[in-house]
Each structure stands twice: as structure tokens, then as C-alpha cells.
């Protein structure tokens, strides 16, 4: 099956990269780095170029804070180019993969969110990428919608990687410790959807396979305690650590609001798709197996 996967350099697209299964001496999945979600004309050019049987859309614009000033530009790829990314796999009659977020939700609940729990985004970019799950199902019914969270890798930018960058730099770090959710890394992410994809090619349009899936990692803890793994993790493997303190979301201001309580209930995929929630844990401590060494904090 051959794939088109949009996301440059993200960490989601570098594991899918990685991880799709390869085809005999065909490698199956075709990265797309001329395409623009902003620029519909290469989104149709790079469509055509890799004749794709199915898309997989890990492009986003990720920055929170910032697309509270960047309101258009977190819409157009968000949304706008989602939604076109997913018009070009529908005029194909192939499937789609989108993912989104945990941020789509208000985050005042007070237990892991459904798949059909009603949606309410705090800020711009949950709100962006709202408009995107609508339009890509409106587009493509063949779409599935991974809503996941707190994404990590050893590539890119994220959470793990600001700790220990911040972790070298101070005395004392401090972290919300009224924001829940649950680390997802990247690998499993990507691991889940090369097993979800090659059940999609002959699904139609009503089958169950298709619609919101939430995946996660597993179990739930907040940002507070993923730092505090992250700097046992960084003391094991030998790197300086720092004092770490718990903080409340009011001590630590920043230009967006993000939900106090994101968690996802990942019980659809797992009921639909056979895919568990992986161990954060584990994933954790294989990343930073392949961050931490020397030369290699990038
Ligand atoms: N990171 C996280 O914590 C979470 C992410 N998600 C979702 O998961 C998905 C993957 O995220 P992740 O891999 O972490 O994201 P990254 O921010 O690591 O990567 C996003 C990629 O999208 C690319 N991109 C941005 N704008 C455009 C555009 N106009 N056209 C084409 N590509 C573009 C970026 O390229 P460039 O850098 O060159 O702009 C980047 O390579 C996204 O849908 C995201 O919303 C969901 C929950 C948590
Ligand atoms: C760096 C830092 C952050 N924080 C807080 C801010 C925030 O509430 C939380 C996490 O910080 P970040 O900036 O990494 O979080 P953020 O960029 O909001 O992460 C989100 O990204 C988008 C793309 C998603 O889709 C979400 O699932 C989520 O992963 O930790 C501290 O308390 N202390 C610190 O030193
Ligand atoms: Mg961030």
C-alpha cells in the first residue's frame, strides 16, 4: 500500500516514516516535502505525483501559545489545509488518517473524555484543529481521527526535551501539577497506525473502522509527574538533575489556556481496532536511551 504521509520534519511523520512497513524493495511510504497545507495547488501536485492508495496527514501547526496571536495561520493549515489534504484522498476514493488533540476539549470534566463527549476548546489551536476534524469528515468520510496528547520523540520539539534542556540550565525547575492527561510517544502513535491502515483499504464509507479514536499513552499522570519520570529517567542515565516543584496552572501564566483535565478514554480503538494504549513508561525510557549520551542532547 503505498502511502503519502504530509508533516516534513514533525515528530509524527519522522516514526511513520520510519515504522510503515516497507514493500518488498518499495518503500511504501512517500514523504511530501514540497507540500504546503497552505497552498492547495501543492497539495493537488504532490497528491498526483505519489499516486497514493492512502494519506496520512501529520502536518500541523503545533505551536500553543503562539496561535493565539497566529489565528489565521493555525486555521489555514489546521483546518483549511487538513480539509483540502483530505478532499484530494476523497477524489482518489482512498482512506485518510488525521490526527488531533486532546485540546479539543474544555478539560472541566473530571474523567477521561469520550470519543463522542461533547468538545469545547480553551484556546485557538484546539480550536483550529476542531475545524479541522469537521472538515476532513465532512470531506472524506473514509477518514479516521486520532485525537492523542502530550506528544514526544527524540526528534523535534517537546516536553521531554525542554525539561532536559531547562534541567541542565537551573537550580530548580517548576510544572503544573493541576494539568492531567498522558504522554504519547510518537513511535506508538505510528506503530498504531501502520496496524490500523491496511484494514481501511476495503472498509466503505459507514464502516465502524472509520470515525474519533482517541490514543493516548498509558496510565495518566500530569505534566508535574511526567517531569519528575523525565528527571529520574535523566539522574539514572547520569545527567545532572534539578530540584523539581509543583506548581498550579495560575504560578505558571502563558498566553493560551490549556484543559486542566485532558484525559482521553482510548476505549473505541481498542474495541474497533484491537490497538491498547502503550506504557509511557517504557517508550520514555527508550527515548531517552537515544537522547541522552554523549553529544547526543540535539
Ligand atoms: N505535539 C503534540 O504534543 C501533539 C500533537 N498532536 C497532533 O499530532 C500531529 C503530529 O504532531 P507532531 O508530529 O508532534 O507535530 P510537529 O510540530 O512535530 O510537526 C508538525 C509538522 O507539520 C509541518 N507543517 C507545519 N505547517 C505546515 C504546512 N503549512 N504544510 C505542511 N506541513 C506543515 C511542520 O513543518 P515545519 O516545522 O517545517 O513548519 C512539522 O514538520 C498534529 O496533528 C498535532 O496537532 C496532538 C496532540 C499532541
Ligand atoms: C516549560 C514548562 C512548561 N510548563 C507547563 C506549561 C504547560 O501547561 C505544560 C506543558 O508545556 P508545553 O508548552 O510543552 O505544552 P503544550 O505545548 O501546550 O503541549 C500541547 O501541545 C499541543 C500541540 C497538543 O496537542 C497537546 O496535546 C499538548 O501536547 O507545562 C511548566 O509548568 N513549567 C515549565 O518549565
Ligand atoms: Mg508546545
Not at 111 to 127: C, L, Q
Not at 139 to 167: D, E, Q, Y
Not at 230 to 247: D, H, N, S, V
Amino acid at each position: 500500500m503505498r502511502v503519502l504521509i504530509a508533516g516534513r520534519t514533525g515528530q509524527l511523520a519522522i516514526e511513520l516514516l520510519d515504522r510503515l512497513p516497507r514493500d518488498g524493495h518499495q518503500p511504501v511510504a512517500q514523504e511530501a516535502p514540497e507540500l504546503d497545507l497552505t497552498d492547495p495547488a501543492s497539495i493537488a501536485r504532490a497528491v498526483e505525483a505519489a499516486a497514493p492508495e492512502a494519506i496520512i496527514n501529520a502536518a500541523a501547526y503545533t505551536a500553543v501559545d503562539k496561535a493565539e496571536s497566529q489565528r489565521d495561520l493555525a486555521f489555514a493549515v489546521n483546518a483549511t489545509g487538513a480539509g483540502l489534504l483530505a478532499e484530494a484522498a476523497a477524489r482518489r476514493g482512498i482512506p485518510f488518517v488525521h490526527v488531533s488533540t486532546d485540546y479539543v476539549f474544555p478539560g472541566d470534566g473530571g474523567a477521561p473524555y469520550a470519543e463522542d463527549a461533547p468538545t469545547g476548546p480553551i484556546g485557538v489551536y484546539g480550536e483550529s484543529k476542531l475545524a479541522g476534524e469537521k472538515a476532513v469528515i465532512a470531506a472524506n468520510p473514509r477518514s479516521i481521527v486520532i485525537r492523542t496528547a502530550w506528544v514526544c520523540s527524540p526528534h523535534g520539539h517537546n516536553f521531554i526535551k525542554t525539561m532536559l534542556r531547562v534541567g541542565q540550565e537551573r537550580e530548580t525547575v517548576s510544572v503544573v501539577a493541576d494539568q492531567h492527561g498522558a504522554p504519547t510517544f510518537a513511535a506508538d502513535l505510528a506503530d498504531a497506525i501502520a496496524r490500523i491502515l491496511p484494514s481501511l483499504a476495503a472498509a466503505p464509507a459507514s464502516d465502524e473502522r472509520f470515525g474519533v479514536f482517541h490514543l493516548t499513552g498509558t496510565p495518566h499522570t500530569t505534566w508535574h509527574g511526567f517531569a519528575a519520570a523525565i528527571f529520574e529517567g535523566a539522574a539514572a542515565r547520569g545527567l545532572k538533575t534539578p530540584e523539581l516543584r509543583a506548581i498550579t496552572t495560575a504560578d505558571y501564566p502563558t498566553p493560551a489556556r490549556r484543559p486542566a483535565d485532558g484525559r482521553l478514554d482510548c476505549g473505541r480503538i481498542a474495541r474497533v481496532h484491537g490497538i491498547q494504549a502503550a506504557d509511557w513508561r517504557a517508550s520514555l525510557s527508550r527515548c531517552l536511551d537515544a537522547l541522552i549520551g554523549p553529544e547526543k542532547i540535539r
